[in-house]
């Protein structure tokens, strides 16, 4: 998921140059947005200084669930499908993002003080809803120096926040046994709100986290360090309340948590990727991200994850995956855009058939760069039997433009 995280840099360079030693408490996000243009034309950033993804190493929890401010980009992301007492399904996803715009070492770093607005750290806040019965879906971005308490995270107790927006360790409830052994983080209380649109919701694994690509080390382009460290919980009980449409809804489902960090980008002739986490109802788990070339094929390096009903994993290489596009949708933000939003995904070896399908197109996100984040349904066989689930896509490089904001 690299082109997101070249995008999240050049927004982060921009308000770096023009704010770093600012000391006005407000960020105007209007004057940030950008073009995907300026991403492409940085896609030689400079990564010198940073720590690099490059080896194999031992996670350590709760430790690794805060921040790595030695590499230049991470990621809390969290996604879900959930039902409502009303009897209607809803989708959201939340991530927040942590730049850095300065090496650990530099000398701007040195002097950042977190408690005042002097900071070499960035921080943005995707949020999006989608009400699926009514085929309403609206998304929102916020950002924030990662000074004077307007952003930040820590391990301990796990705290990740973006002014009002935060994920936290909750008070404990019912837990699966040793689904997260050793570690007191969980479960988490995911707390986000807009005018229009807010969740306030407990998550609790049901499953010990598993490791992307090489124990936990997810090459993305040829090179050493040219990697992420990335590790997912991939089933996620789900509690609590959401507000829409200035309705406010008990709901209860499952989530999926991505946790990355990198200091690193897309090889030149990549252009982005799309990326599946899908819940089957027969208590499995699927992660599949196919990374596109320049030319529409996918890379060598598009990989993913097989989770068992009882926590182990299986490496899922790109030759043991067919996806073909079956039906494709068009952005009303720019009318040009076209995405895919319906996909046949064949595992052979697994024995796996089913067709992935959005539960409406317009799923895109309208932030500072636009892209297609959506819950998705399931339905196919496992080998004989009758295959259904849930799930969410990521769909980036598709759109060539910023959002319909203001482009300063």
């Given at each position: 998921m690299n082109r997101l995280l070249l995008i999240l840099l050049a927004i982060a360079l921009l308000l770096g140059l023009g704010a770093y030693w600012l000391s006005?408490?407000?960020?105007?996000?209007?004057?940030?947005?950008?073009?995907?243009?300026?991403?492409?034309?940085?896609?030689?950033?400079?990564?010198?200084?940073?720590?690099?993804?490059?080896?194999?190493?031992?996670?350590?929890?709760?430790?690794?669930?805060?921040?790595?401010?030695?590499?230049?980009?991470?990621w809390w992301y969290l996604t879900g499908n959930l039902d409502g007492d009303d009897g209607e399904h809803y989708g959201f996803k939340f991530t927040i993002f942590r730049s850095a715009l300065t090496p650990p070492d530099s000398a701007d770093a040195e002097h950042a003080d977190p408690e005042d607005w002097r900071t070499n750290q960035f921080y943005m806040g995707h949020f999006g809803m989608s009400h699926i019965d009514r085929a309403w879906h609206l998304s929102t971005e916020r950002f924030a120096r990662g000074g004077a308490g307007l952003a930040g995270a820590q391990a301990e107790p796990f705290r990740v926040w973006l002014d009002d927006w935060q994920i936290a360790s909750a008070e404990p409830i019912d837990q699966t046994p040793d689904a997260t052994p050793d570690d007191s983080t969980f479960p988490l209380h995911l707390d986000v709100s807009d005018e229009e649109m807010a969740i306030d919701l407990t998550v609790t694994p049901r499953k010990p986290p598993v490791f992307q690509g090489d124990r936990g080390l997810s090459q993305k382009g040829p090179g050493s360090g040219n990697a992420s460290y990335y590790y997912s919980y991939t089933r996620l009980d789900t509690e609590g309340q959401i507000m829409i449409e200035g309705d406010t809804v008990a709901v209860s489902g499952q989530s999926w948590m991505d946790r990355e960090w990198s200091t690193s980008a897309l090889a030149e002739d990549q252009e982005g990727w799309d990326w599946f986490s899908l819940q089957f109802d027969?208590?499995?788990?699927?992660?599949?991200?196919?990374?596109?070339?320049?030319?529409?094929?996918?890379?060598?390096?598009?990989?993913?994850?097989?989770?068992?009903?009882?926590?182990?994993?299986?490496?899922?290489?790109?030759?043991?995956?067919?996806?073909?596009?079956?039906?494709?949708?068009?952005?009303?933000?720019?009318?040009?855009?076209?995405?895919?939003?319906?996909?046949?995904?064949?595992?052979?070896?697994?024995?796996?058939?089913?067709?992935?399908?959005?539960y409406f197109p317009g799923?895109?996100?309208?932030?500072?760069?636009?892209?297609?984040?959506?819950?998705?349904?399931?339905?196919g066989t496992s080998g004989e039997a009758p295959l259904s689930g849930r799930g969410y896509v990521e769909l980036t490089g598709y759109a060539d433009g910023a959002s319909a904001g203001p482009v300063s």
């Open positions: 006005e408490p407000a960020v105007d996000e209007a004057s940030i947005r950008t073009t995907t243009a300026v991403a492409e034309a940085m896609g030689s950033t400079d990564t010198t200084g940073y720590d690099r993804a490059d080896r194999v190493i031992d996670f350590s929890f709760p430790d690794d669930h805060g921040p790595h401010p030695g590499f230049q980009t991470e027969d208590g499995r788990e699927l992660m599949y991200y196919q990374l596109r070339n320049d030319d529409g094929t996918p890379s060598t390096y598009s990989k993913g994850i097989l989770v068992e009903e009882d926590g182990s994993s299986t490496l899922i290489e790109r030759e043991d995956v067919e996806l073909e596009v079956t039906d494709t949708w068009t952005s009303t933000i720019d009318n040009e855009s076209e995405y895919p939003v319906a996909w046949r995904m064949r595992l052979p070896e697994y024995d796996l058939d089913f067709a992935v399908e959005s799923q895109e996100m309208d932030v500072s760069v636009r892209y297609w984040e959506g819950a998705v349904r399931i339905d």
